[in-house]
């Protein structure tokens, strides 16, 4: 009952000692990096009581805790069912999709835990962790998830791993560039996560160009089920953005608006995008994959602004024409890419998280320079954007440069750690597929005989099997 | 490998200019009228540091984000994939039922939050949005999402589009009337929600009577995989209802008890469903479309007395005797409501909502009238009820009155709302499918080709495809 | 088109009057019960306003709902769709094992709220119940839920249900030894839920075996889509368990600690999975046995550690070990107690529940005897141990003592409880399926004609579906 296959091209992507060394070396350093500097920050320590007293809190409902932990689960939630189920639309690589986004998510949030610790939350000697550091963690896996996209069905686990080793690193040093250096604002990640992510993700795939792809481009389409299980991703992304987006804002009215603004733009973003699924298409007829991605880039698109004064009709402005743009590059720009640039993006990352995240980091950009204190109420203004201590005097149109310069950053990094990740892939030890094993998951998965086959035999007991 | 179709009778399905005509047009009269109508609430506006001071709080954990929040994030779920996924029971109708859900919800949200804006937060001119106004939008979407199910697989986008535009209108004014001019209680919506919505789509479904239906009838059933899909939205609708129900009760005492009362109901409701099931089938075996739809009726059933004290055991009785309703009506009343009555319910809406909305009405009133000072103590009782300004002075059997009252207007508003919103769909205008093209994604969508065919071509590669 | 079985040896799998029966009498009692003994705790009930000015509480939001809440309907996400999808790996069993496992689990939630409540909320003749109580209610079913994954596809819903009522019965006899005699902490229920649950269930379908379970040996194995189901129900339980493990702790730091330990043991976890699920195959490809199953096990066992001091390296290291302690059981372990000790367990729960769960009972006693005021502080110390009233005097290592003592009454009660189910379950009396009609849906369930068979049709028009 195996499948027939080119055996003569095929490539060693035997992973029996490959990849449970790299696998248990990388945890054991885990757990020696954890150990040696990771503790519960205050508000997670048993001395607790004490803190309470310091900080003149008389209840337990003000430890950050019962701010943020909803939104994080609903974040962790994204990272794992989200991307992991967006993946499934390939006929036959449902395993690898959500196997692998799991495999190189529970390591990248070890990694980030640690690389975020050291930059934001390292203090006389230790990491001191509580659950905002989950969320930013989860956030930093996201733009590899993001990345992962360009290059799935075409890539070994360990390659995965490689490549989530080193954009964790990459994007905590961009992240510190921008939050601490730049002081920009970037709650919802439309830079530091989609940007960043989106342009790594697609410079790698670029260097790993596949010239003979097309041999398995039986394999590069969707099936109907497999839509239905994409779907599934599709819908937590989109239900639980707004938590995405304001996750880790400030308490408060910051919180609240990030979560309405997100809410807006997601709801128009549908519209414009069934819209021109519509009207791209001959027969006027619906396309699966622009329902599973465009509706989501509303979302990507008010990540940096979703905190600020947007406003509900601007956070419908930035989903209507994300939704417009998204379907509009699925249509014409993937296919440009790839024949052009030889760019093969699998999961079309640059129409979801690249074009989106870049209009986010501008829109960003735009609603921060026109900030008043009128808008905003002189409290709210300072709070806003944390004009505090060394920035007490910076003005919002400034800070609008600044933002603007956080764009360009994020794309710098991106292109040159994309080059050098690519580049370190691109050595033949890591045990990634020939072109026509591509997005099959019996390279690496253990798959079961098809249910097909057996319903077969069963309604047609007579004949064999495989003539 | 196109399918066969009868192409003689074939209605003109072409959606090319139709459906993104009305998206993109009525987007952008989103956007106007949110620039001129919506803005932030005080809760989640930048001044939130004055208003703080104003309404002497001490913590920004009063933010009502913080209550609400967690609520809103299950309502949003039911709505997306619950009433999404529970839908897709088809065979042929996965993508158009949580695609066109999707649709129709991301419009509706829009448009609810304006009409219910301005009837319950228009100040100044200004429509102030917070998280209770995202709650109360998606709960009013949750009514069209009921009313699509009666029509599911019948109707072209637009025409879904138009019933979206007109019910929510006519939900907001019913509403309004209950709400506000008879002051009658109703939580998690068993009059507002349930009942309307449900007559609403029967009426709907009625007037749009297709006598030839049953040239679509191998369509109209399940597959064993879409039955599995379909209880992905059961169970998401099962587990969040007690979310559903408490989400925009009083904080404190209302939203706990209205969680108990749901949980209660929901799990007694579970057991009957079963014990019908098997017992109404001759070989005495489960029924699928029972256990994904009469599990849930529990829920519905506790929408209006699931804040007020109806106390667990109640609860018990409500969910015990719904679940036999609810699969009773499955195997008898739908038949006779299309061979008699020209009801054609793809859903079995009638048994799922209608019904048991009714019940939670009438258990609403009963348990209104039922209430006195000593059960809820002195507070408590003019809190549940507010009894406050010029309702100062209602007794708990005045109240039961005017629920009950409520029960009969959301009944004529929905009769008299489905027979216009009827007749406007059956304009020969919209697109619909002709009588064997229903329930059928093939007309609106692209579908991928099957993965059974291929998988076919796999296991026996000397066989032609299509002989 | 009915599928050939072998009816000469069927057994009498009529459930048209046993099952109503059961179901409709058992819930009559729950009613009756219900109205006797329960009621809404202080927190839930009208007379609330009242009971905050005597708690001295300012505001609402102190409500333990506000505490718990979202950790709640988390974990009612794990139960219903977590326990539920994961069993789904069955290619012909999928109605049954999320069908069952919500009807075991509505009932098992009632029952629990009533046997949980007689031993710890009963006040004055009444047990008050709030929204800890529902948690407990979900987590005596979670072991019951186990116990279901041992005996998956081999029992009737009746003895499903007969097991759910004996099971909840000692599950609460055992909890009250352990939390109110032993005056152990089990927050998460390594103990408690898992090392209980599983050894029952192991003993019960010991006592069930059955010599000629390979008669339906076809249809105990998984197919593509099949794994993608359970991938679902993996993935909720793996993002959900810290939660889980959160959910009943002291507010604050406890909550906040077990949130983060269960975090990084289940990240831990993943990594040592997929290294030994690939080191332990000739072919070295995964297999989607373990990456279902054995990546849960570091939430099991930091079920008792994860509110202590564990820290966040701590819990790596726990996680690192159960990843591989669990996939070296389904490997070896399973197969050998299949052949052996003639114990069938259908789901693999002895390398899920079983052992991570005794690691995580002695990982707590560890932990525990390890305290000191020095790293708890030294009213964390006293807090986190609740070493107040008569348990003032106890020391770290006597409660080390005690929490060992707690595994050791654990695995007693589940040996000889599950003897004495197993004895009642194997009456000939419940309507269990035959050995070769086991693992099938067609026993129980009215299922759908297949779609394949459909399919099949379409394309191949001119041929006979069953020649």
């Known amino acids: 009952m195996e499948r027939p296959r080119h055996q003569g091209m095929a490539k060693n992507t035997y992973m029996r000692w490959r990849l449970p060394l790299v696998c248990l070396l990388w945890e054991v350093a885990m757990i020696v990096l954890f150990g040696v500097f990771v503790r519960f920050g205050p508000e997670a320590d048993a001395h607790w009581e004490e803190e309470k007293r310091e900080m003149n809190l008389t209840s337990d409902i003000e430890n950050d805790f019962y701010f943020r932990y909803p939104s994080f689960q609903d974040v962790h939630v994204m990272i794992f069912v989200g991307f992991g189920f967006l993946m499934m639309f390939l006929k036959r690589y449902g395993f690898g999709a959500v196997g692998f986004n799991f495999l190189l998510a529970a ?17 006389s000697g230790k990491i001191l962790i509580g659950v905002e550091n989950l969320i930013n963690a989860d956030f930093c896996v996201g733009s590899v998830c993001i990345a992962f996209g360009a ?9 995965l791993l490689v490549m989530t080793l080193f954009q964790v690193t990459l994007f905590a040093v961009n992240e510190y560039i921008l939050l601490n250096l730049l002081h920009v604002r970037d709650a919802g990640g ?27 481009k039986d394999k590069q389409g969707s099936v109907y089920h497999s839509d239905l299980f994409a779907m599934i991703g599709t819908l937590y ?22 979560a309405i603004n997100t809410y807006c733009s997601l709801a128009a973003c549908v519209l414009t995008t069934m819209a021109f699924s519509s009207m791209l298409q ?25 905190e600020m004064m947007l406003t509900p009709y601007g956070s419908l402005i930035v989903g209507f024409i994300c939704g417009i743009v ?39 950009a735009i609603t921060a320079a026109a900030a008043t204190e009128d808008i905003y109420g002189k409290e709210g ?12 005097m910076r003005t919002a149109s400034v800070q609008g440069g600044f933002q603007a310069a956080g764009i360009v950053v994020s794309l710098l990094m991106a292109f040159a750690g994309g080059a050098l990740v690519g580049a370190i892939l691109k050595l ?27 319903v077969y035999h069963m309604h047609n007991p007579n004949k064999p099997a495989s003539p």
Chains 1, 2, 3 share one sequence.
């Open 107 to 123: 390591f990248g949030i070890q990694w980030a835990l640690l690389m975020q610790g050291w930059f934001h939350s390292f203090k």
């Open 151 to 159: 290059i799935l069905g075409k890539t070994s686990p360990i390659q």
């Open 190 to 216: 439309s830079m530091t996560i989609h940007t960043f992510g989106a342009y790594f993700g697609l410079t790698v795939t670029r260097i790993l160009y596949r010239p003979n792809l097309e041999q398995s």
């Open 237 to 258: 992304l989109w239900m639980y953005w707004p938590s995405f987006n304001s996750a880790i804002s400030e308490h408060g009215d910051a919180q609240h608006r990030a």
């Open 282 to 306: 001959k027969k006027g007829k619906l396309d699966m994959v622009h329902i599973q991605n465009a509706t989501l880039a509303g979302g990507v698109a008010v990540g940096t602004s979703a």
């Open 326 to 364: 998204s379907t509009v590059g699925y249509v014409y720009l993937t296919p440009f890419l790839e024949s052009r640039l030889h760019i093969q993006d699998t999961c079309g990352i640059h129409n979801l998280h690249a074009m989106p995240g870049l209009i986010g980091g501008i829109v960003g």
């Open 381 to 392: 203004f300072i709070k806003a954007f944390d004009f505090t201590g060394s920035y007490r």
């Open 428 to 454: 033949p030890v890591w045990g990634d597929p020939a072109a026509e094993n591509c997005f099959e998951d019996d390279i690496y998965w253990e798959v079961p005989e098809d249910e097909e086959s057996d």
